[in-house]
């Protein structure tokens, strides 16, 4: 099954630095590399969110839930369990699924869009009317979660994948099993999965939720 959960980062408290112990060295050292507080509250909250997903909801112990990178630079978690992350403007959000998965969110912004139809295959051109901001942002999260699964961006063999409009994806080069499924995240954001599996839940997590977690969780390595 693939579940996701997303929260707000506007909840979060001005000490959330109090959190950063239970994340990563390297997750540490690229948030205190981040200039803008915004992108370290974006960053720390996605990670933290998922840590509590997979200990509530997949049974997994906290001190077993170590993240690492594949070659393409993408975060797993063992053989057992896979996982993606994503965020934009005040919304983070991640996928857990027993089979690779990709996730997508993009906080819909005015832009000129006929400037990006060279990154649309023929037939998307043909499908959906991409010089309107719904249609745009539908595909463009849509095509990201398939880049995210298969472990690349928005590039030239991307670009060969075609999302047709029931979710699923042609490519002339290879049999794509995945499918994408679009979800409801908040007014003027687009948000789209892909996997390979049903898709069970779409949970709104309260920062209180995580905060709750996790300070019982300080609670128990402070009597330690």
Known sequence: MTTIAYCKINEMPTDWQRYLPFLENDVVERVGRMRKTEDQLRTVCAHLLT???????????????????????????????????????????????????????????????????????????????????????????????????????????????????????????????ARTIPFFLAPGYSAAVCLEDSLETVTHAQWAQIETFFTKKIATYAKK
């Open 51 to 177: 840590k509590m997903m997979l200990v509530t909801t997949y049974e997994k112990e906290l001190s077993e839930v170590r993240f690492t990178k594949d070659s393409n630079g993408k975060y797993q978690l063992g053989q057992d369990l896979h996982f993606n992350l994503s965020h934009s403007g005040n919304y983070v959000a991640c996928a857990i699924s027993d089979f690779p998965v990709g996730i997508d969110v993009e906080q819909q912004v005015t832009r000129d869009f006929s400037l990006f139809q060279t990154l649309w295959s023929e037939e998307e051109n043909h499908l959906y009317k991409l010089l309107e901001q719904e249609a745009f942002y539908a595909l463009w999260t849509a095509k990201e979660s398939y880049g995210k699964y298969k472990g690349f961006g928005l590039h030239d063999s991307l670009m060969e994948a075609t999302i047709r409009q029931d979710g699923t994806i042609h490519h002339p080069a290879s049999r794509v099993t």
